[in-house]
């Protein structure tokens, strides 16, 4: 079998748009039961309930998850509440305990997607089951190694796929914890169709305000829903707390969100594709931009005290001259190309200027 010939009734059968809502971290019964009740009585369309039960952590001697303990309580909120539950599993270990404690939903987390022998090892501990199971994008923009993963799955008859979109790592530090790179999940896409994508605005925006933006957004290039972490006391979470919203405001961005076409369906609003390809550029133009003014600035500073004149003709002869090259190479128009770099350093030599005449 073929990764385009994947179906995913189980996806079609739950609400649309697919959300799933829940703790970064599971880290108490009383705080898994609260956030579950506290979802359900908003009465937000939320499907499945999430939380961390292993964390992945940067560095060592932090939270790195409740353990096992965690699985009874997401149980308890299936019980109770009558969600169907999600955890995140890096191992053939997870995978056997998050089985035995009947978990409806498991993730392969960005840190584990981007390597082939934890996702072989996942995929051998799932043979034989029809558990969904969600791929996270690996932490790195590459397509090839999130399509990888999910081969690997289909390769040991898992067959019930979806892709969840959480951003990409960078080394510059931007608005977003991890970077959307558009491109990527939309050329994924394009590729499969028919594979449910959901989007990870908490992992994207690392904080509170863009969520909704970026759920949207998602939704209006036929994404099938989104997973957003959502906590009791978000301010006291013992991970991500400054991402995690409350189920009161998780059922308020779930009322604002305009379904715009169901489903998959969407996927055809090419006009909407575009434009957020367009957009996503945009801002790493900006973001880029930003970055050359901060250079141009320690230049300035550099010029100050070496006593050196701010405008060096030689230097933007090499400018104009790589410009013009880049834009023939790129087939662009080399009045445009060099309109920009005039406009770029013009502005460079304000940036300077205003550090010359600053004491
Ligand atoms: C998470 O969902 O809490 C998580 C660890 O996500 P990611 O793998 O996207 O970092
Ligand atoms: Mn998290």
Same mark, same amino acid.
């Given at each position: 079998m073929n990764l385009k010939d994947v179906k995913n009734e189980w996806v079609n059968e739950l609400s649309q748009p697919l959300m799933i809502a829940g703790p970064c971290s599971a880290e108490s019964e009383a705080q898994m039961l609260e956030t579950a009740r506290r979802i359900r009585e908003t009465n937000a369309q939320v499907s499945i309930f999430r939380a961390g039960i292993w964390k992945p952590r940067t560095k060592p001697n932090g939270f790195e998850g409740v353990g096992v303990i965690g699985l009874n309580w997401l149980k308890k909120v299936k019980e109770e509440y009558g969600f169907k539950t999600a955890t995140e599993v890096a191992n053939a270990h997870h995978v056997f305990a998050a089985l035995e404690a009947d978990v409806d939903v498991l993730w392969i987390g960005a840190r584990s997607t981007v390597n082939p022998f934890t996702v072989q090892e996942i995929a051998m501990a799932l043979r034989g089951t029809d558990k969904p199971v969600f791929v996270k994008n @690996?932490?790195?923009?590459d397509l090839a190694l999130w399509v990888g993963a999910l081969e690997r799955l289909l390769g040991q008859d898992i067959k019930n796929l979806g892709v969840i979109h959480r951003g990409f790592s960078t080394y510059q530090k931007t608005?977003?914890?991890?970077? @959307?790179?558009w491109q990527i999940a939309l050329d994924f896409k394009s590729q499969f169709p028919d594979i449910p994508m959901l989007i990870d605005p908490s992992h994207i925006c690392?904080?509170?305000?863009g969520l909704a933006d970026i759920t949207q957004e998602a939704l209006n290039v036929g994404y099938q829903g989104a997973i957003i972490e959502t906590h009791c006391n978000p301010d006291e979470a013992w991970s991500d707390a400054s991402q995690q919203i409350t189920p009161e405001v998780l059922a308020e961005l779930i009322g604002n969100l305009k379904v715009r076409n169901s489903g998959i369906a969407g996927f055809d609003n090419e006009m909407g594709r575009h434009r957020t390809l367009i957009s996503d550029l945009d801002f790493q133009l900006i973001e880029l931009l930003s970055q050359r003014m901060k250079i141009s600035e320690k230049i300035g500073k550099l010029k100050k005290e070496n006593d050196i004149?701010?405008?060096?003709p030689e230097r933007w002869k090499v400018i104009t001259e790589y410009a013009t090259q880049k834009a023939k190479e790129t087939g662009m128009s080399q009045e445009f190309i060099e309109k920009v770099f005039k406009a770029i350093h013009e502005e460079s030599i304000e940036v300077q200027n205003s550090i010359m005449i600053d004491r």
């Open positions: @690996p932490v790195n923009p608005k977003y914890r991890n970077n @959307p790179n690392g904080n509170r305000t004149a701010i405008f060096q």
